[in-house]
């Protein structure tokens, strides 16, 4: 779902660029995306938002469906765009900062500790990472990346407990993952989406899959932040959860 969706963004992305959509003026309804590129609601909803949280798109008069953005050019702000061997630094940042982390726990963790690790002054981690915030998303979808969605089998329940108890033992493996897992920042957390993405799937023909995997996620999310693990109490709640959002 999210490779059709990101190749939507892609053609309307080019098409704003080339100046045929422009700002103020309707961008294609999801049914539109749908009858275009062949694709299921699921897509093409997700390439809507994609647009909107990319700072393409904002809602149209009245909140009737979306409209290219004033400022398109905008998008991304902040978040500098590297070259192959760049991103490879970044990367390397990226691993560096969780082993960090592991030994020593989330709370030694910012740009001068990391700049230590390497011997170098601390605006040279400008050109990789823009903050401690950007980095500790970076960091959470690094392990996201490390764990890919289950393969789907049984029913829409079934499903969504195989993801909610992998979430479960990546918190539980690393505590701090709980701490900075952000699932609003897609454009920097590819690998999280893919596992939003794959629960909205599982859930799809209820009546609302995207806050039916939001409610999911944040369940086990905060059952590892305010319950530390106790997997009794994840269990029987995990069990009550499901039977409201599968029933």
């Known amino acids: ?29 999801a049914k539109e995306i749908m ?12 390439a809507l938002t994609m647009l ?23 998008a991304g702000a902040g978040m500098p765009a590297l ?3 760049g991103a490879e630094t970044r990367a390397g940042l990226v691993r560096a900062a969780i082993e960090i982390v592991d030994a020593e726990g989330l709370g030694v963790l910012s740009m001068r500790r990391l700049a230590q690790r390497f011997d ?13 915030a950007q980095l500790q998303v970076l960091m959470s979808d690094a392990i996201f990346a ?13 499903r969504l407990e195989a993801l909610c108890r992998l979430h479960w033992r990546m918190y539980r ?6 701490v900075t897992v952000s699932f609003k920042q897609p454009r920097i957390s590819p690998h999280i989406v893919a596992h939003t993405a794959w629960a909205e799937a599982a859930l799809a023909g209820t009546g609302s899959p995207a806050m039916a995997a939001a409610t999911a996620a944040n369940y086990v999310r ?15 709640g995990l069990g009550r959860l499901l039977d409201g959002l599968t029933g």
Do not use: C
């Open 173 to 178: 493996r690393r505590p701090w993952l709980a």
């Open 35 to 46: 009858a275009e590129w062949g694709v299921s609601m699921g897509p093409a909803y997700r």
């Open 120 to 132: 170098v002054a601390n605006v040279w981690l400008l050109t990789y990472l823009r903050d401690k």
């Open 1 to 29: 779902m999210v490779r059709k969706a990101e190749a939507i963004v892609a053609e309307l992305r080019r098409r704003i660029d080339a100046g045929e959509l422009r700002p103020g003026e309707p961008l294609p309804t």
């Open 146 to 158: 490390e764990h890919p969605p289950p393969e789907p089998a049984g029913d829409r329940r079934a």
């Open 83 to 85: 070259p192959a061997e």
């Open 222 to 236: 905060g059952s590892a932040l305010s319950r530390g693990g106790d997997d009794g109490a994840f269990e029987a």
């Open 52 to 74: 909107r949280q990319d700072g393409l798109a904002e809602p149209g008069a009245q909140g009737r469906g979306s409209v290219v953005a004033d400022r398109p050019a905008a």
